[in-house]
């Protein structure tokens, strides 16, 4: 029987050497992910300052407070909020395993973001995908097939960082970040999970990940922070950005990706099967419908469209289902929230932990070329 396990980073105080420059200066913007940005904007959007805990900018306008979330905005406002960290794409910088990338995304969102609210960091646990593999064989298969591929100085490469999981947990410990590791789960999962247990403790809560699986869980009180690469910085996505790109609520939005498939999770749409049954069918009936489960279910009792969607829906239900248990995200991991995760987060050696983190990294750097020249040179 498959055990889940908890791994938590214990928070140590230390003092090391002097401190990392973090730019104060820096600030956060709100752009609409997908929209390039021209360079003026993009500078622009560089000088923006934003002033409030939910006060945003879209482009370079900023929000006022009538226009975000209605007359619900004070009492969103007068939440705390808690950050839950999304610990494995960070380490990645591309598809190339990096420390670096890890660490100056952490720095930027301590000093952009978080500040002394909580954070919560996730990982992956192991065999967590296996469950939507067994449903799914092709579910993420580009990523095996992608290591599999890589070169023997790349899987080195690799390994070393998977040896470095220890070094990630010391400078999340260090800088009073819980980490939680379930056996068995995706890190999305166990996210999903920890959200609806803040909700129901009256916070806010915000998911810091570049994965746009999480925009399911958008809601007043739930919002995405995403790394932008270009802008080297966070910008927030809430549900006010959400609805302005999609047009539809977040329930919806996946039900059309289980409709259309998701090439990046190697999820198969329905046009596989059905081939002019495509995004725009799938749009016109879940505007009506308005979930994937409520569209099935009026398929299986009257016509709702025309004869290829009638005969798509009824003949490849379970197709469609499989899809939706794939990519919906689990809210029932057998994790639980605790009390000492929520309190403010003790900020004041963020700076020189992070620091050390950066100078060792030089210092290993410097090692692995010293060695690298000397089996060069014996070679």
């Not at 890589?150 to 999340?172: C, E, K, M, N, P």
């Not at 980490?179 to 909700?199: F, N, R, W, Y």
């Not at 270009?230 to 790109?245: C, G, M, P, V």
């Not at 039900?255 to 596989?272: A, E, M, W, Y």
């Amino acid at each position: 029987m498959m055990i889940n396990t908890i791994e938590v980073a214990v928070p140590i105080h230390v003092n090391i050497k002097p401190c990392l420059p973090i730019n104060p200066f820096k600030s956060i913007s709100i752009i609409k992910p997908g929209k390039r940005m021209t360079k003026t904007e993009a500078v622009e959007a560089k000088t923006t300052v934003i002033s409030g805990s939910f006060d945003r900018t879209v482009g370079r306008q900023l929000l006022g407070k009538a226009d975000f979330c209605g007359n619900g905005l004070e009492k969103t406002k007068s939440k705390k909020r808690v950050f839950f960290l999304d610990v494995n794409p960070l380490r990645y910088e591309g598809s190339r395993p990096s420390l670096q990338s890890f660490g100056r995304w952490l720095s930027l969102f301590f000093d952009q973001v978080s500040h002394a609210d909580p954070v919560i960091a996730v990982f992956d646990g192991e065999g967590g995908a296996e469950h939507r593999r067994q449903l799914l064989p092709s579910y993420k298969a580009h990523r095996r097939k992608f290591l599999r591929q890589l070169t023997a100085s790349q899987r080195f490469s690799r390994g070393r960082v998977g040896r470095s999981h220890q070094f990630i947990l010391d400078v999340l410990g260090k800088c009073n970040v819980p980490v939680v590791k379930i056996k068995g789960h995706e890190a999305d999962d166990v996210i999903a999970t920890l959200v609806g247990q803040v909700l129901q403790k009256g916070y806010r809560a915000v998911v810091a990940s570049p994965d746009k699986d999480f925009k399911q869980l958008i809601s007043e009180d739930v919002q995405l922070v995403m790394p932008l690469q270009d802008l080297d910085r966070w910008s927030f996505y809430t549900l006010k950005h959400y609805i302005a790109q999609y047009n539809c609520d977040p329930h919806s939005e996946l039900s059309l990706r289980c409709i259309v498939g998701d090439d990046v999770d190697g999820v198969p749409g329905i046009q596989h099967v059905v081939p002019g049954f495509g995004r725009k069918t799938a749009l016109k009936l879940l505007k009506k419908h308005g979930s994937l489960e409520n569209l099935l279910n009026a398929a299986a009792v009257r016509t709702v469209g025309r004869d290829y969607a009638q005969e798509a829906l009824t003949k490849h239900a379970d197709y469609l289902r499989r899809n939706y248990e794939v990519l919906a995200l689990r809210r029932d991991v057998d994790v639980h929230l605790k009390d000492e995760w929520l309190v403010e987060r003790d900020t004041h050696n963020d700076s020189n932990i992070l620091s050390n983190f950066f100078g060792s990294l030089e210092e290993t750097q410097k090692k692995v070329t010293y060695q690298n020249r000397l089996h060069s040179s014996n070679g």
